[in-house]
């Protein structure tokens, strides 16, 4: 079962490694200095939920809570940010803002 928990604890550690890469790869290419602050929550994320697969058994209630109200909020704020980025989503909202101007 060790091993298996530090393949795991590996896997992600590796994972928030190649996304934080990516990021600020793509801020170099783009000659911009605007890290995307999308990115940086999804890394955030990452780590958070590494360290819940690496909390001690004997965490206090209190810091557990803490972590998953940290991951909610986290998690909300990416939710929010979707729509800024997937055209499709975009393309809804715009049509859906059309309609309720022309029924008024």
């Known amino acids: 079962m060790l091993p298996a928990i530090w393949m795991v604890l590996f896997l992600m550690t ?5 996304e934080f890469k990516h990021s600020i790869t793509r801020v ?11 990115t940086v929550i999804l890394v955030a994320m990452l780590a958070i939920a590494r360290k819940f ?11 557990i809570a803490a972590f ?4 909610v909020a986290l998690g909300s704020v990416y939710w929010l940010m979707r729509q800024r980025d997937d ?14 101007e022309e029924r008024v």
């Open 14 to 18: 590796l994972l928030i490694a190649m």
């Open 28 to 38: 170099m290419l783009r000659r911009d200095h605007i890290v995307q602050v999308k």
């Open 53 to 63: 697969i690496i909390l001690d058994p004997a965490t206090d209630p209190a810091h």
């Open 68 to 71: 998953a109200a940290a991951l």
């Open 87 to 100: 055209p499709v989503d975009a393309a809804i909202a715009e049509r859906a803002a059309r309609d309720r």
